[in-house]
């Protein structure tokens, strides 16, 4: 029987979905709904009961869903039972950020690997991690297995970084530089530019008046 194939669009809901649910267990909550998660989320509820019928059959008519369960069978769907080491290339403003960010705690990611080019950052310490130099990222990422990384470079030097990256194994890249990457097909890419969020919510700002 030929797999289902899954929309890129409904797995990317997927994360929305758990961390929504997340918050439900934090707030003590056993059960919820899709109307509930919809309404947190801005979403049609049948689009929500869609998205989850694609992986099977979660909740019960009239009860709703598991919050517990929910969670277990979305962490378990998007591979994350275990704890995934990523690598950092970009030490710089932004990096350090990322280093001291917490919000990765628990969530199925630890930054293992930090680097950067700068001769002045290599060897320093920060966050517990040593940066190491980026002309180690060919051996060091498959010595550690490491399948995930992120950039967080200047944009003229985003797309070497990202052929060196896959080169050394590397399958999915959160992508800060403002840039779209040239990667192999197998490889996935998510793009995080502020400026592109912001310029997309003035569209709908009031305009000056003339």
Same mark, same amino acid.
């Given at each position: 029987?030929?797999?289902?194939?899954?929309?890129?669009?409904?797995?990317?809901?997927?994360?929305?979905?758990?961390?929504?649910?997340?918050?439900?267990?934090?707030?003590?909550?056993?059960?919820?709904?899709?109307?509930?998660?919809?309404?947190?989320?801005?979403?049609?509820?049948?689009?929500?009961?869609?998205?989850?019928?694609?992986?099977?059959?979660?909740?019960?008519?009239?009860?709703?869903?598991?919050?517990?369960?929910?969670?277990?069978?979305?962490?378990?769907?998007? *591979? +994350?039972?275990?704890?995934?080491?990523?690598?950092?290339?970009?030490?710089?403003?932004?990096?350090?950020? +990322?280093?001291?960010?917490?919000?990765?705690?628990?969530?199925?990611?630890?930054?293992?690997?930090?680097?950067?080019?700068? &001769?002045?950052?290599?060897?320093?310490?920060?966050?517990?991690?040593?940066?190491?130099?980026?002309?180690?990222?060919?051996? +060091?990422?498959?010595?550690?297995?490491?399948?995930?990384?992120?950039?967080?470079? &200047?944009?003229?030097?985003?797309?070497?970084?990202?052929?060196?990256?896959?080169?050394?194994?590397?399958?999915?890249?959160?992508? #800060?530089?403002?840039? *779209?990457?040239?990667?192999? &097909?197998?490889?996935?890419?998510?793009?995080?530019? &502020?400026?592109?969020?912001?310029?997309?919510?003035?569209? #709908?700002?009031?305009?000056?008046?003339?």
């Amino acid at each position: 029987m030929k797999e289902i194939e899954v929309p890129d669009i409904v797995v990317s809901r997927l994360p929305l979905y758990l961390r929504t649910l997340e918050f439900l267990a934090m707030e003590g909550r056993e059960i919820t709904s899709s109307a509930e998660l919809a309404e947190r989320l801005g979403l049609n509820p049948a689009q929500i009961r869609k998205d989850l019928s694609y992986f099977g059959s979660f909740g019960q008519q009239g009860r709703g869903y598991s919050v517990k369960g929910l969670i277990e069978a979305l962490r378990q769907i998007l *591979n +994350l039972e275990r704890e995934w080491e990523v690598a950092l290339v970009g030490v710089g403003d932004l990096g350090r950020a +990322l280093v001291h960010y917490q919000g990765f705690k628990d969530k199925g990611f630890r930054l293992a690997l930090l680097f950067d080019n700068n &001769p002045q950052k290599i060897g320093m310490k920060i966050g517990g991690l040593e940066i190491m130099d980026s002309a180690l990222i060919p051996k +060091l990422i498959p010595e550690r297995g490491i399948k995930i990384a992120i950039i967080a470079v &200047p944009p003229q030097e985003a797309q070497k970084v990202a052929d060196v990256l896959v080169s050394a194994g590397v399958e999915a890249i959160l992508n #800060y530089a403002p840039v *779209n990457l040239k990667v192999p &097909p197998h490889v996935k890419v998510h793009y995080i530019d &502020p400026v592109v969020g912001l310029r997309h919510m003035t569209y #709908y700002l009031p305009r000056p008046q003339q």
